[in-house]
């Protein structure tokens, strides 16, 4: 079973940064997409940015421009640099991880407030 470690999230008026970082209990090796996901309240769940285990990356209209999403293959790591973050951005933040043999693995959530 892979475990998912978020950290990162806090409150951040808008305009500021913020950091997630996912660690995942398994070799990178066994990684193929890892990917961001934000679930605003009364909202689904989606997509916010993936990045593959070549370094392609795809990232939501909304974000583009202001979000970086990055690996650490050596830490099994993904990160998502927030900035310029807007009250919009406000949600609990998700990552994923999809393994090769097409498991797909979830992380506990951050919570990201952005104040006005």
């Known amino acids: 079973q892979v475990q998912l470690v978020e950290s990162g999230g806090g409150l951040v008026q808008a305009g500021g940064s913020l950091r997630l970082s996912c660690s995942a209990s398994?070799?990178?090796?066994?990684?193929?997409?890892m990917a961001w996901y934000r679930q605003a309240p009364g909202k689904q769940r989606e997509l916010v940015a993936s990045?593959?285990?070549?370094?392609?990356?795809d990232y939501a209209d909304s974000v583009k421009g202001r979000f970086t999403i990055s690996r650490d293959n050596a830490k099994s790591t993904v990160y998502l640099q927030m900035s310029s973050l807007k009250p919009e951005d406000t949600a609990v933040y998700y990552c994923?991880?999809?393994?090769?043999?097409?498991?797909?693995?979830w992380g506990q959530g951050t919570q990201v407030t952005v104040s006005a």
């Open positions: 398994v070799s990178s090796g066994s990684i193929s997409a």
């Open positions: 990045i593959s285990s070549k370094g392609s990356t």
């Open positions: 994923k991880v999809q393994t090769y043999w097409n498991s797909i693995y």
